[in-house]
């Protein structure tokens, strides 16, 4: 028996057991309304799960592992605090979780000031202190997003997403697409580079964090991509979002028995 923890984004279902300490390899599907086939078949006794898809798709999900395992999904959900981070937002709980969750475990993984990167359908883009002090963040288009609107707006033609290994001037109109959103995606992520190394040198309420160099920390679908060709020294996490969710429980629960045992 083992933990089964879910990473229920835009485009894909990603899943990932927990066993006597040890986090399995994740695999991932396309993005569905409950569980695939090869997932029907463990063993698990509980289950944790961070979701982006809204209250309706999350209440088929729990239905469907209710009915499998006779479960009840644990949700994720962004908090105001939790293991040594802080969240910047006013109303902690409208920072999308999977954000959240790339935030607990790039900090409890990486030492100094982070840029933390979540390429997928959108690229988000969150700056931390080396204190753990969320200081917000930025969300542009992914690369296929870039690709869809592109292609539904102007004349362009359509086609699939074509990587390109440089970033020469395109001499087709398919390669001029591909290579123009990965350019606008590394823009976006120099630019807001710089803004986090010049608000951490400004912020006095962080002078810990004061001369440490800033790191890239890069998860997401397409992150791969990003990290090949970032041009810096970016740190490749594929699993950040299922590591945040494991540490997020972990910490919930240490803090429930530690409430319990208070009597509080």
């Known amino acids: 028996m083992s933990l089964l923890l879910l990473d229920w984004g835009n485009s894909r279902l990603k899943w990932a057991e927990y066993h006597q300490g040890q986090l399995t390899s994740a695999q991932a599907v396309v993005v569905q309304e409950a569980l695939p086939?090869?997932?029907?078949?463990?063993?698990?006794?509980?289950?944790?799960?961070?979701?982006?898809?809204?209250?309706?798709?999350?209440?088929?999900?729990?239905?469907?592992?209710?009915?499998?395992?006779?479960?009840?999904?644990?949700?994720?959900?962004?908090?105001?605090?939790?293991?040594?981070?802080?969240?910047?937002?006013?109303?902690?709980e409208r920072l999308g979780v999977d954000r959240w969750l790339a935030l607990l475990a790039a900090h409890r993984q990486v030492p100094g000031p982070l840029l933390i990167i979540d390429a997928g359908t959108a690229v988000t883009l969150d700056v931390l202190t080396a204190a753990g002090v969320h200081m917000g963040g930025y969300i542009l288009p992914g690369y296929r997003l870039m690709q869809a609107a592109l292609v539904q707006q102007t004349a362009l033609l359509a086609g699939e997403w074509a990587v390109s290994p440089v970033l020469d001037p395109a001499c087709t109109t398919q390669q001029a697409i591909a290579r123009g959103i990965q350019l606008a995606v590394l823009g976006g992520v120099e630019q807001a580079s710089r803004q986090a190394e010049r608000l951490l040198v400004q912020d006095v309420a962080i002078?810990?964090?004061?001369?440490?160099?800033?790191?890239?920390?890069?998860?997401?679908?397409?992150?791969?991509?990003?990290?090949?060709?970032?041009?810096?020294?970016?740190?490749?996490?594929p699993d950040l979002v299922l590591e945040g969710l494991l540490l997020w429980g972990q910490e919930g629960s240490a803090r429930l028995v530690g409430q319990q045992s208070s009597g509080k």
């Open 37 to 92: 086939d090869a997932l029907g078949c463990l063993e698990v006794e509980e289950i944790w799960a961070a979701s982006v898809r809204g209250a309706a798709a999350e209440a088929k999900m729990a239905q469907w592992c209710r009915h499998r395992w006779g479960i009840e999904i644990r949700w994720a959900r962004s908090s105001a605090a939790l293991a040594g981070v802080v969240n910047a937002y006013a109303e902690p």
């Open 207 to 237: 002078e810990a964090g004061v001369g440490l160099p800033l790191h890239w920390v890069i998860t997401g679908g397409d992150g791969a991509l990003l990290h090949r060709q970032s041009g810096v020294e970016s740190l490749w996490r």
